[in-house]
């Protein structure tokens, strides 16, 4: 990974760090430290937005699609197009995990239709992607010690922090 990474530093490639993340509209309760009673008001009924994104490791800029829909090698194929779409004529190294539908055939051949590499992690290092540490982030800004009365509003507060991230990255994600 690390002459891809140089490769990116010096302009001659595009290195993304692409992962799903699901968002389930529930409680997220964060350091809540009480004398009495406490009552939190919770979201009733379930809820949930699944992101796909990429992260550019040196541009600090982000690409995502988010739907309700579940993820799978389709889907997943979605940001390969909008990578390829967005970098016509650079070389792309997609990093990715081992999640099925970015493991399986279909993704793999599309990924070389598109003249993208895919540069797969080991197993059981989540810490190695850098768009989950975004992820993270994002559940601190939106879910954690948050209420929203309707699946709407949930979808709404997450797909703002996007926005807001693809515009400009925060400085703590930098």
Known sequence: ??????????????VC????????????????????????RTASG?????????????????QFLATDE???????????????????????????????YQACHRYKSLARALKIELLFLPAYSPNLNLIERVWK?????CLYNKYYPTI???NQAIIDCL?????QIPQPLK
Do not use: M
């Open 70 to 100: 579940n993820i799978d090698s389709l889907g997943a194929a979605c940001i390969l197009y909008k990578l390829r779409e967005t970098h016509p004529d650079e070389k792309i190294t997609v990093v990715v995990d081992n999640a099925r």
């Open 1 to 14: 990974a690390r002459p891809k990474t140089e490769e990116a530093q010096a302009g001659k490639r595009k």
């Open 46 to 62: 379930k809820g949930r937005l699944n992101v796909l994104g990429a992260l550019d490791a040196c541009a600090d800029c982000i």
């Open 163 to 167: 926005y807001r991230i693809e515009k």
């Open 152 to 154: 709407k509003q949930f």
């Open 17 to 40: 760090c692409v992962e799903a993340a699901h968002f389930v509209r529930g409680p997220y309760l964060r350091r809540v430290w009480s004398l009495g009673r406490l009552w939190i």
């Open 137 to 141: 982030w994002i559940k601190g800004q």
